[in-house]
Nanobody, 126 residues
Framework: QLQASGGGLVQIGDSLRLSCAAS????????MGWFRQAPGKEREFVGA????????YYGDSVKGRFTISREYAKRTVYLQMNSLKPEDTAVYYC?????????????????????WGQGTQVTVSS
């Protein structure tokens, strides 16, 4: 129901855009989140977007570098990553919380989300 794509191997300072296509559920009340997980580390919140009004919220480590947007007709959420650093290397996951949720304090918690994509690897090489 969530298909993530767009990962790859890039150099420091490069940009990359990840996509997450959703299917099989209504998006009208959905919050779509992005998380990442590096080897040996816990899953980290990257950011989230509320589908119906495009309201966004970002983790501190990516603020000012990453941007989340959505394309209504394609039912797709994007994660635009700029000024990439080696510490951005991780598997990136998209997730969806289909229940109406305006409490941004919960958007950073993995257990808020019911659906998860398969993950896409991003490697930033020096």
């Amino acid at each position: 129901q969530l298909q993530a794509s767009g990962g790859g191997l890039v150099q420091i300072g490069d940009s990359l855009r990840l996509s997450c296509a959703a299917s099989g559920f209504s998006l009208s009340s959905t919050v779509m989140g992005w998380f990442r997980q590096a080897p040996g580390k816990e899953r980290e919140f990257v950011g989230a977007i509320q589908w119906y009004n495009s309201r966004t919220y970002y983790g501190d480590s990516v603020k000012g570098r990453f941007t989340i947007s959505r394309e209504y007709a394609k039912r797709t959420v994007y994660l635009q990553m700029n000024s990439l650093k080696p510490e951005d290397t991780a598997v990136y996951y998209c997730a969806a919380d289909p229940i109406y949720n305006v409490d941004r304090g919960t958007w950073s918690r993995p257990d808020t989300y019911d659906y998860w994509g398969q993950g896409t690897q991003v490697t930033v090489s020096s």
